[in-house]
């Protein structure tokens, strides 16, 4: 079972057009090998104690990318630009890749592909507008993480 999770999180990741790196950054969150708070807090260093995007919980790559309000904010704003915006994160989602799953499965053909690479380029953009709020003290905007996204897909 595990060999086959994998080779199906490869393959969605792997065979997408999305740029190298943001290829590289979904490989890591699939692995839970980005460090976010919940990561730091197990090794003893310093981290914030809520999610820098919407501060009303704890951070882990799961509440990042679909349990934080202002990442299902922005995957309704940048799934809409498509038509797409039914396939957007709901409150109760139990994780990334679930509803990754669920997503893809409801198109097919160049558009699930285009939609691999949609939502790993999203999931891109939100961990860049984290850290830079993280690092650079920025506070967090839709706005901002959609012309980001933007310029990364151009």
């Known amino acids: 079972y595990f060999y086959e999770l994998n080779m199906h999180i490869l393959e969605r990741i792997w065979k997408s057009w999305a740029p190298p790196k943001c290829r590289f950054f979904m490989w890591l969150a699939a692995h839970n090998r980005c460090w976010t708070a919940d990561r730091l807090a197990r090794r003893g260093l310093p981290h914030p104690d809520r999610c820098p995007l919407c501060d009303q919980e704890e951070e882990n790559i799961q509440h990042l990318l679909v349990g934080c309000v202002f990442a299902r904010h922005f995957w309704f704003e940048l799934l809409q630009f498509f038509g797409l915006a039914t396939l957007a994160p709901q409150p109760d989602e139990?994780?990334?890749?679930?509803w990754w799953?669920?997503?893809?499965?409801m198109v097919s053909g160049d558009t699930r592909k285009g939609l691999n690479s949609l939502i790993i380029l999203g999931a891109w953009t939100i961990w860049k507008v984290r850290n830079d709020c993280v690092f650079n003290g920025a506070t967090p905007s839709i706005t901002t993480a959609l012309a980001h996204a933007r310029e990364e897909a151009n």
């Open 94 to 98: 139990p994780s990334f890749d679930d």
């Open 101 to 105: 799953d669920r997503s893809a499965l």
